[in-house]
């Protein structure tokens, strides 16, 4: 069987499914792939680098600096508005969000 990017996921999600109770005030970051070199390599989707640190247990960073382990569904959480915007500016955009 080849493992693709679903795949993993959807194997990673059977072995260690995400927790349901999510704390209040929680958001969804988006991960910063250069601050996560503990599990980055080049190539690898933002998915892959929190399915990796949800398996093992490893804290990843934040474009806004923040910390944690991922345990919870990033698309039952609102967006970390401080993610999005740092993001905007790294494609080029606007920060039209603040």
Do not use: F
């Not at 910390?67 to 606007?94: S, Y």
Request: charge should be negative; aromatic fraction near 4%; glycine fraction near 6%.
């Amino acid at each position: 069987m080849t493992t693709t990017p679903d795949t993993l996921t959807v194997a990673i999600e059977d072995l260690n499914p995400y927790e349901q109770e999510v704390p209040p005030n929680s958001r969804a970051h988006i991960i910063n792939p250069p601050m996560n070199t503990h599990i980055w390599e080049p190539g690898m989707e933002t998915q892959e680098i929190a399915d990796i640190a949800r398996l093992t247990g490893q804290e990843v960073v934040a474009l806004c600096g923040h910390r944690w382990v991922p345990k919870h569904d990033p698309a039952a959480l609102d967006v970390c508005e401080t993610c999005l915007a740092l993001a905007h500016q790294m494609i080029g955009g606007t920060d039209d969000h603040a």
